[in-house]
C-alpha cells in the first residue's frame, strides 16, 4: 500500500506540473491583458502596472519565476484584487463551495444510490419506469436550466424559497438542489446497471439456494459489488463540486470558488485562474487516490500496484 502510495504522489506531482505549464501558456496565447479592458486607463499607466507585476518580461521568465514561486506555496498576488494573495482568496472562498458541494454529494449518494437499488429490483416494473424518467431528465437538462426552473417556480411563483446568497438555512435549498439533481440522476443509472448486473451472478443465485433471505443476500453481497462504479465516479465528482459548480454559484450569486473561477477569466485575472485550476487539479488527483484505496477496503481481492 505504501509502495503504492508513493508512487501515486509522485506521478501526481507530475501532472499537476504539466497542467500548470499548459494553463501558463494558453492563458498567455490569448491576445490582450489583464489591465488593458481598464476603464480610463492610459498606456503609461498599463505600462507601470505589467512591470509591477512582472508581465513586462518575457514569457519564459514570467514562467520560471511563478513556478519557483509555486514551488514554496506562493500563488503570488491577486491583479484584480489589489492587496489579496491567491491563497487568500481561496482560502476564504473554497469553505463556501465546500459546504455547499458536500451537502449536495451526501444527498446525490443518498438518493441515487437507493433509487437505482430500487429500479434494479423493480425491473420492467412502473416504479423503474418512473425512476428512470426522473434519471434521464437529470442527466438530459443543463445545470442552468435547472437553476432558472426552480428559481422561476420556488423563487418567483411561488415565492417559497430565496434565490440569491447563502444567509439562511433556506438559501442553500435551490443551490444544493441544483447541484445534486445530475449526479443523483447518474448514480441511480449507474447503480441500477451495475446491480442488474450482480443480481444476475453465480453467487447471488448460490446464496439465494441456501435460504439466505433477500434483505441479507442484497445487502451483504449485491450492494457491496455494485457500489464500485458509483465509487469511482464520485471521486472526480466530489472534487469538481467540492470547488465549486461555476454556474450554479454564478447564477445564485454565492461568494464560492467557482464564481471566483469565471470571475477572474473574465477579468484575466492570471494569478487567480493559475491558483484555482493547480488546486482543483490537485484535489481531483488526490480524490483519485482515495477512490483506490477505498475499492481495496470495500473489495479485498482488488490488488493495488
Not at 502510495?5 to 494553463?23: E, N, P, W
Request: aromatic content about 12%; some cysteine; charged content about 15%.
Amino acid at each position: 500500500m505504501l509502495r503504492y502510495v508513493v508512487k501515486r504522489v509522485l506521478l501526481a506531482a507530475i501532472t499537476i506540473f504539466l497542467v500548470a505549464t499548459i494553463t501558463f501558456f494558453l492563458m498567455r496565447m490569448v491576445p490582450g491583458g489583464p489591465f488593458i479592458a481598464e476603464k480610463s486607463i492610459s498606456e503609461q499607466a498599463q505600462a507601470a502596472l505589467n512591470a509591477k507585476f512582472g508581465l513586462d518580461k518575457p514569457v519564459w521568465v514570467q514562467y520560471k519565476n511563478y513556478m519557483t514561486g509555486a514551488l514554496h506555496g506562493d500563488f503570488s498576488l491577486s491583479l484584480k484584487q489589489r492587496g489579496r494573495t491567491v491563497s487568500e482568496i481561496i482560502a476564504s472562498k473554497f469553505p463556501i463551495s465546500a459546504k455547499l458541494g458536500g451537502l449536495s454529494v451526501l444527498i446525490a449518494l443518498a438518493i441515487g444510490i437507493p433509487f437505482g437499488s430500487i429500479a434494479a429490483l423493480n425491473r420492467g416494473k412502473w416504479l423503474d419506469q418512473l425512476i428512470m424518467v426522473i434519471a434521464t431528465c437529470g442527466i438530459a437538462f443543463p445545470s442552468f436550466v435547472i437553476c432558472t426552473v426552480g428559481m422561476y417556480l420556488f423563487g418567483v411563483r411561488l415565492k417559497w424559497l430565496p434565490t440569491f446568497g447563502l444567509t439562511s438555512p433556506l438559501h442553500y435549498i435551490l443551490p444544493i438542489f441544483s447541484l445534486a439533481f445530475y449526479p443523483m440522476a447518474y448514480i441511480t443509472r449507474l447503480m441500477r446497471s451495475s446491480m442488474l448486473d450482480v443480481l444476475d451472478q453465480d453467487y447471488m443465485r448460490t446464496a439465494r439456494s441456501k435460504g439466505l433471505s433477500r434483505s441479507r443476500s442484497l445487502f451483504k453481497h449485491a450492494l457491496r459489488n455494485a457500489v464500485l462504479p458509483v465509487v469511482t465516479y464520485v471521486g472526480p465528482m466530489l472534487a469538481y463540486t467540492l470547488t465549486g459548480s461555476f454556474v450554479v454559484e454564478k447564477i445564485f450569486v454565492i461568494p464560492g470558488l467557482g464564481g471566483q473561477f469565471v470571475s477572474s477569466i473574465m477579468t484575466r485575472d492570471y494569478t487567480v485562474i493559475m491558483g484555482t485550476t493547480i488546486f482543483l487539479a490537485t484535489l481531483l488527483i488526490l480524490m483519485n487516490v482515495v477512490v483506490d484505496i477505498i475499492y481495496k477496503m470495500i473489495d479485498p481481492r482488488i490488488q493495488l500496484k
